[in-house]
């Protein structure tokens, strides 16, 4: 079954520090894979996408992720975690239908 | 670009009354989504739309829940009779249908059935 794991619930960081967030994906095929950032009362924000070609892809604010076919994951990362960085982020991922396979969410808090 | 559309922006109905939520795609997209978020169960995918045609609706929780597309523009969600199970936020995103086929959200509607 297609699904899409986000093994952390919460994580907390200082800010300035770097951040990684992970995503595991099980599909038959590599799928289109996606971040998603969702501010308190907002809806969601497409961070970044990949579906081919280099496996460090650049997104918005910063982020970046990596893709690794090996252990089917795509984590997202960022070198120096600013305040407003505080959010949920949500991976997807798509193959073939259209509709997107959501992570159930890692809430990221940023101290001083 | 005006981005995904969402009316109301909150809501709040008694248990019972119908509830109409309204999305406006982003122009030229075709294919549009219907999701609720809950605490408890996460982001929910209800139903969605490719061409104005429903092509997926096994998300749609009950029959109490009704979604259409009358046109290329405008989308419904529909929740006759409500109830307080029903509270969440719900979000419509479009997708240009093309490419890697990432979705754009709306805003959301907050539903609260008291």
């Known amino acids: 079954a297609q699904s899409v794991t986000q093994p952390d619930i919460h994580i907390t960081v200082s800010e300035g520090a770097s951040l990684e967030l992970r995503c595991n994906y099980s599909?038959?095929?590599?799928?289109?894979l996606f971040w998603y950032v969702q501010s308190p009362g907002q809806g969601l924000q497409l961070l970044l996408k990949y579906f081919s070609g280099d496996t460090l892809v650049q997104g918005i604010k910063g982020f970046e992720a990596e893709f690794k076919r090996s252990q089917s994951s795509f984590n997202l990362r960022k070198p120096s975690v600013h305040w407003s960085d505080a959010a949920e982020y949500f991976c997807a991922a798509r193959s073939g239908a259209n509709n997107l396979f959501f992570g159930t969410g890692t809430r990221l808090t940023v101290i001083p | 670009d005006a981005g995904v559309i969402q009316s109301p922006r909150h809501e709040v109905t008694e248990m019972g009354q119908e509830v109409t939520l309204r999305c406006k795609p982003i122009s030229g997209h075709n294919s549009l989504f219907w999701y609720r978020q809950t605490m408890m169960r996460g982001l929910e995918l209800l139903i969605y739309?490719?061409?104005?045609?429903?092509?997926?609706d096994s998300g749609m929780p009950e029959d109490r829940f009704s979604a259409k597309m009358p046109n290329a523009s405008f989308s419904t969600l529909k929740i006759q009779p409500s109830e307080p199970r029903d509270s969440a936020v719900y979000f419509c995103?479009?997708?240009?249908?093309?490419?890697?086929?990432?979705?754009?959200f709306g805003p959301g509607t907050r539903l609260t059935v008291t």
């Open positions: 599909y038959g095929a590599t799928p289109y």
């Open positions: 995103a479009s997708s240009p249908g093309t490419g890697v086929g990432e979705q754009y």
């Open positions: 739309f490719n061409n104005n045609v429903p092509i997926d």
